[in-house]
């Protein structure tokens, strides 16, 4: 198993705003967002339709909320969090109140959540989020670009108590409780890939994410692809935003960024779909051929057993 990333730190004790927090002493972590505004522009994998997106600085406890620029102000905003979810076909889809959707906001929030930001407005001008290269590493550019900004309050983490697992024939994903955060995965897409595995030990403090991870493309088979026209979806996907396998084979010129670039890739948007948590998680998150339904339906199975979690 390749394994990266982790280092030994000192724990201490330290008394904060009232709080005793025991956590390794320079992770002591205050919330972040972004210090300006700063915009890309793309197009959306499975509308096609071109998005532009603008992320811009929140306050403290915000979380992550999309606006959607196209519609009335009243039902511009939809907060990106675990029970916003509505769809998780091919891509992981959230709806407001009112019934205002935005779609594919998976590798944004990684990039974010990598990042260590957990506090961010993500305005787009229509239904889909742009899905620039296929990975996170042009918003990874983008907050860089703006740079991260330390608010005043603490970071509220949630401690995984107890080990919860949900299960879809061989797939599965499962939180156990440790006092660090690890991602640990499986990957073979059912046995259409050769067996990949990753573990990461992960410090936002760390440029791991941005380093390892970011710039892993999403994939799909060539195989796939009539179905998925068919059904409306990927009518935006092309060989410069996806990696396509036929027969395979990687059909992309240029190949692979990374040997193991698909199992980087399936970590990457994990890290998204956890990240919709609303906070860091503590302890260990093991997935086996997850992806963005089970890694959801894991949230949802956790924050619904109150036993399972604390802040
Ligand atoms: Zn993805």
Sequence with gaps: MQSVGVVSKNVKTIPLAGLQLTQPLDSIAFQKTISKPVSCTGVGVHSNKPATLTLRPASAGSG??????????????????WDTVTDTVMCTKITNEVGVSISTIEHVIAALAGCGVFNALIEVDGPEVPIMDGSSSEFVDLIHQACVHQLSKPTRKIKILKPIEVKSGTSSAAFKPANETKYMMKFNANGRLNNQEWSLTFYPEQDDFCNLLSSARTFGFYEDAQHLWSQGMAQGASLENTIVIKDGQVMNEEGLRFSDEFIRHKMLDAIGDLALAGAPLVGHFVGVNSGHALNNQLLRAFFSDKTAWSY
Excluded: N, W
């Design 64 to 81: 992550y909320i999309f606006v959607r620029t196209d519609v009335p102000k009243s039902s511009q905003r939809i907060p990106a969090r």
